[in-house]
């Protein structure tokens, strides 16, 4: 059955496995917080998924066979799309600076229980803020 | 300390993962990152399921023992934190030397 298929479906299954695998990859490595600094491998094998996608319509797909390439066409473009749009912004006029004394301020731990900032006075303090755990 | 927008339960499940012993606070109304201004007011990559409305700027701080910023890093990019050379760099050169 599959030496019936056009190039073209071939092409776009394995666009849509390319694009899978990555993406669960990443995935399965947010998760572990183990996602490597240097993520190019990621972008080239996403940009990869979707070109074959794309070369996939090129070479013409059946009705259906045009789905798995479509997927990986989204999924594809879908990290270099966050890496171009993730610039920060703050409100400068209001962002903490150098020289200055940190504001007071109470929050939950882990164990839910209040944490009072008045208790940093007199340590030394590495504070770290980040958005979550993935 | 750590503050993320993890909401405690949260926190107490993943924090295995890092393996981190410092104390970890939650922020999900973003009311500590904004009293350090350290809200991301532009694009930001929550999940939908994602409790909080908004992210903080990913940001690492030295503070002296009278609560004054003796050191800041802002990332510029959501999807990375401080390099953790430039903050041991930055612990040596202001921590040691008190």
Known sequence: ?????????????LACLLAVAT?????YLTRQVSLPDDRSLF????????????????KGTSL??????????????FLPFTISISK????TDRVIAVGDVIPRFSALDGQGATFNSDALHGH???IKFFRAHW | MTVSTDSPETIADERHLHGLNARML??????VTDAFGLRNTGVHSAPPSHESVALPVPATLLVDAEGRVLWLDLSENYQQRSDPAVVLAAMEA?????
Do not use: N, R, Y
Not at chain 2, 26 to 31: F, G, I, R, W, Y
């Open chain 1, 1 to 13: 059955m599959a030496a019936g298929m056009k190039t073209g479906t071939k092409l776009g299954l």
């Open chain 1, 23 to 27: 993406v669960m990859l990443w995935f």
């Open chain 1, 43 to 58: 972008v080239v094998a996403f940009l990869a998924a979707a070109a074959l996608g794309v070369l996939a319509f090129v």
């Open chain 1, 64 to 77: 259906p066979g045009a789905l798995p390439p479509l997927v990986a066409i989204v999924i594809g473009l």
């Open chain 1, 88 to 91: 920060q912004t703050v409100e």
């Open chain 1, 124 to 126: 030394l303090v590495l």
């Open chain 2, 26 to 31: 939650s922020d999900v109304d973003l009311s």
């Open chain 2, 94 to 98: 202001h921590f040691d030397t008190l």
